[in-house]
């Protein structure tokens, strides 16, 4: 992350400072390789296999029906031919050791096979037989022992061959990945909201009127990534959940559906926001896999969405309406998208801003026990209970008391992580307050009210630093409680900070 | 017209369709009522053009059988007339030292009956192919390729079409309503299934869609929006033995679409159970999917399947006549949120410290139950 940051450093001027005039375009990005194309087709050749291409000869099968149609009829074609002309020179050779060329036209002399002797008409003998013609004009005699051996070896060999050629072209042209052609999928993605809950959706449809059996989708999305150890992983992929734990990624393939994968903690698009998408680099592989209901084979159909296909803030327009007696689709408006106004944060920013201004944090049990951090935690401990028993107060309908209950309940350990996190030295990039200062860069064009806050949070960061050396005290001051209004959550947050700034600069002075 | 769906509130959506004929999405017998229309990309039906002919109807199918074939006979004999033609062998057919192509070809009919028996591989003989024709002897190579490959491709076409696997689902049944009753003090919907045949469907696996169109906080109007109904898939109780007709059942729970539907509700809502079998025929081994849908008036508050096994002398017999029959039983007409409820206020006394008069006399556990409820509304 860190290496993409730097690389794309000088990139953040830039959209900054272009982002009144367009938002859709990232004027610095060059055509960039995709790992699989619109239509499915992957962008990998294998080479320098060595030694391992004795492997595509012993599957000579697999290998003949990968080949494109044209070098099929080829092979099909060359087989044929060279087969039967070797064959037939054979034959010619017996006609010549006999000596049946010279009497072409005596009616009393019996050659091997009636009526051959020129090369010509052997090759049409040899025809006859092979396609299992027959004319009768030319036949094969009794007096020929080492034609009849040739002509026995001839049938069969003619037989099996074209068994093998004419398998071949039957499965090549019943292949099932030919329906994946009557599979389409839209042109873009987009992320919008769904019940509060921002989704990542693209849809599908079935151009046939024959089904795909047990139709199943899934998705992955490729990016590279740096391990923490320094493993470089090219081309990473991670799975994208689009229902496989409700049984939902089974599809029921009728008309167009629209796919939607949830971006919530488990998706790795949580901390992806409208900026960041303009500069980030993935791309998101749709594999759909179903039988063909009329050849009983499995077949599957890919497309992939790179990060300019993804549209933030747009929906799928409509496309069935319903007709006399039956329910109409409108392929023209598939891959339409229009414009609904959606929150620029990702979802990792939402849940922040929704559980940064707790003003209470509980009491931690890993604190140290010094004197004055039991004094602050035992009146700490107080208050929780007062705000407590005040959101129980609260007439349910307001969210502030979920907020605190989900605080008291499965918040503590988000708090407590919080805590840690704003104590925590500046070069730990991995966490959340890592982005603190690129947060600033973007928000400083867009005036809003926990700008200044944030600002004060950096400056306060700068501060800290120095301050880490005892944990007791760092948790002093953002133990101590101040009954806070709630109303404002973000202010709140700023506000605490700024209470808690006094002791702590106090103790910094005193110290120095 | 697409567009006015998206401005049209559901609201106003909606009562048209339950005033009059409700359409249906899926029939009874599994026909899905869509059709593509405004479709631009039409290549694409031609670059899958083997599935294109496959699922093409009898009567089309037939049709381009007879074709593929005639126009090839044809066009082999128009050039075998052609190569007749430009040696000169019409005007020489009388004269005895001239070789032709063909031997006895002498018109455009025997033309085009020696290119049938050339690409049939009948080859009766009396039209023969000279040596002395080398355009000829690559004719024939041509039409004894093309023949064999004409012939593999028919003849597989007629195979796919005739052993398709979705005929098997015309002998797999469904129950005509599904019922809503009680199963181990749960709320269940559940409707029959059966298999017609004495062989098998291997690896059989059931899967029910709720088709119900829905309008989200944002405001988005999802038309027949599909959602997943549970009939076993975390226990894999969706993995069917299917002998006998067998009940699928659906619980009611806390997850379920219908938590909140009670009989009173059930008349007013409007939506559609689509239910899914799919498995493999047991001779082919090819995958088939059976179908069918209920409708919301479809569903029967508070009845049960009659049963259709007896025992006879050695075997199981299964009336069919009683497949789709249902009889009536108590069953609460409440929603199964307020029955879990219920049953939950009947249990709290077990939580309580307090009178063990309540467990000694249990006659008196309505009135206990009330006192609960009382006493639970106090704390609140």
Not at chain 1, 17 to 43: D, I, L, M
Not at chain 1, 425 to 445: F, I, M, N, V, Y
Not at chain 2, 63 to 73: D, L, N, Q
Request: hydrophobic share 40%; aromatic share 10%; charged share 20%.
């Amino acid at each position: 992350m860190a290496a993409l940051r730097r690389k794309f450093g000088e990139d953040y001027q830039v959209v900054n400072t272009n982002r009144a005039t367009t938002c859709s375009a990232a004027p610095v990005k060059k055509k960039r390789q995709r790992f699989v194309e619109k239509n499915g087709r992957c962008n990998v050749q294998h080479g320098n296999l060595g030694g391992e291409t004795s492997r595509y000869l012993s599957d000579l099968f697999t290998t003949l029906v990968d080949l494109k149609w044209r070098w099929n009829l080829l092979i099909f074609i060359l087989t044929y031919t060279i087969a039967w002309l070797v064959m037939a020179s054979m034959w010619w050779i017996i006609a010549y050791i006999r000596g049946d060329l010279n009497h072409g036209h005596d009616s009393s002399y019996t050659p091997c096979v009636a009526n051959v002797y020129n090369f010509p008409s052997a090759f049409l003998f040899f025809i006859e037989t092979e396609a299992t013609i027959g004319y009768g004009y030319r036949y094969i005699t009794e007096k020929c022992p080492e034609g009849i051996i040739l002509f026995l070896f001839q049938s069969l060999l003619g037989s099996i061959v074209d068994a093998f050629l004419i398998g071949c072209m039957f499965i090549k042209m019943s292949q099932p990945k030919k329906r994946a052609e009557t599979l389409m999928f839209s042109q873009d993605a987009v992320i919008s909201q769904r019940d509060g809950r921002l989704c990542l959706m693209f849809r599908v449809g079935n151009l046939r009127n024959s089904h795909m059996v047990s139709a199943q989708i899934r998705c992955k999305v490729i990016k590279s990534r740096q391990t923490p150890e320094g493993e470089f992983l090219p081309l990473d992929q991670c799975e994208l959940d689009v229902g496989f734990g409700t049984g939902a990624d089974q599809l029921f393939l009728v008309s167009p559906l629209t796919i939607c994968h949830e971006i919530n903690t488990k998706s790795p698009f949580f901390d992806l926001s409208q900026r960041s998408l303009m500069n980030e680099q993935f791309e998101i592989v749709v594999i759909l896999e179903g039988i063909v209901e009329t050849t009983g084979m499995t077949c599957q159909a890919r497309t992939s969405y790179t990060e300019d296909e993804v549209l933030w803030g747009h929906r799928f327009l409509p496309v069935m309406s319903l007709e006399e007696g039956f329910f109409r689709v409108d392929y023209s408006q598939f891959h339409s998208t229009f414009e609904v106004p959606t929150p620029p944060y990702s979802v990792k920013e939402h849940e922040e801003k929704n559980s940064l201004p707790s003003p209470m944090s509980t009491p931690t049990p890993a604190l140290t026990d010094s004197r004055g951090a039991r004094r602050d935690r035992v009146f700490s401990v107080d208050c929780i209970n007062s705000t407590e028993e005040k959101g129980r107060q609260n007439v349910s309908g307001t969210r502030l008391p979920s907020k605190l209950q989900r605080m008291s309940s499965s918040g503590k350990e988000d708090l407590q992580r919080k805590v840690l996190l704003i104590g925590s030295q500046h070069s730990e990039k991995a966490c959340s307050t890592g982005d603190l200062p690129l947060k600033l860069q973007r928000l400083s064009s867009s005036p809003s009210p926990e700008a200044s806050n944030r600002l004060q949070l950096k400056s306060l960061k700068v501060g800290f630093e120095p301050m880490t050396q005892s944990t007791g005290d760092l948790y002093q001051p953002n133990l101590a409680p101040s009954p806070l209004p709630m109303h404002s959550p973000v202010l709140s947050g700023g506000g605490r900070m700024e209470d808690n700034l006094p002791p702590k600069l106090r103790k910094m002075n005193a110290d120095r | 017209k697409s567009e006015s769906v998206a401005e049209l509130s559901p609201q106003k959506q909606e009562p048209p369709l339950l005033s009059m004929f409700r359409q249906r999405y899926v029939e009874k017998n599994g026909r899905c009522n869509v059709q593509h229309g405004n479709m631009r990309e039409t290549y694409r039906y031609l670059t899958d053009i083997f599935t294109t002919l496959v699922d093409l109807n009898w009567r089309c199918s037939l049709f381009v059988f007879v074709m593929a074939y005639a126009v090839t006979w044809l066009f082999f004999g128009a050039i075998w007339y052609l190569i007749a033609y430009c040696r000169g062998d019409l005007d020489h057919l009388e004269d005895e030292d001239w070789t032709p192509c063909v031997n006895n070809v002498n018109g455009f009919i025997s033309a085009f009956l020696f290119s049938i028996e050339t690409e049939t591989t009948i080859g009766y003989g009396y039209r023969v192919i000279t040596d002395q024709c080398p355009v000829g002897t690559i004719l024939l190579l041509l039409q004894a390729i093309l023949g064999s490959m004409v012939n593999a491709f028919m003849v597989g076409c007629m195979f796919v079409k005739i052993s398709q696997p979705n005929k098997r689902a015309e002998t797999l049944v469904f129950s005509k309503h599904a019922v809503i009753s009680l199963r181990d003090d749960k709320l269940c919907l559940m409707f029959r299934v059966g298999d017609l045949r004495s062989s098998h469907i291997v690896g059989a696996n059931m899967r029910a869609k709720l088709i119900k169109s829905k309008q989200t906080q944002e405001g988005e109007f999802i038309p027949l929006d599909q959602t997943d109904i549970s009939v076993g898939f975390e226990t894999g109780d969706d993995r069917l033995f299917l002998v006998s007709p067998l009940v699928i059942s659906h619980e009611i729970d806390s997850r379920s679409a219908f938590w909140d539907m009670s009989q009173a509700q059930l008349e007013k809502e409007d939506f559609e159970i689509v239910v899914i079998l799919e498995g493999m025929v047991e001779a082919t081994g090819m995958t088939c999917q059976a179908r069918s849908s209920y409708l919301a008036e479809e569903v029967l508050w508070g009845h049960r399947f009659s049963p259709m096994m007896s025992l006879a002398e050695g075997f199981f017999d299964v009336d069919y006549g009683a497949f789709h029959h249902t009889f009536e039983v108590n069953t609460p007409s409440c929603s199964a949120r307020e029955l879990s409820l219920a049953a939950a206020r009947l249990d709290a006394h077990l939580y309580w410290s307090i009178s063990s008069r309540l467990d000694e006399e249990p006659t008196l556990a309505q009135q206990a139950a009330t006192h609960t409820v009382n006493g639970l509304f106090i704390l609140k």
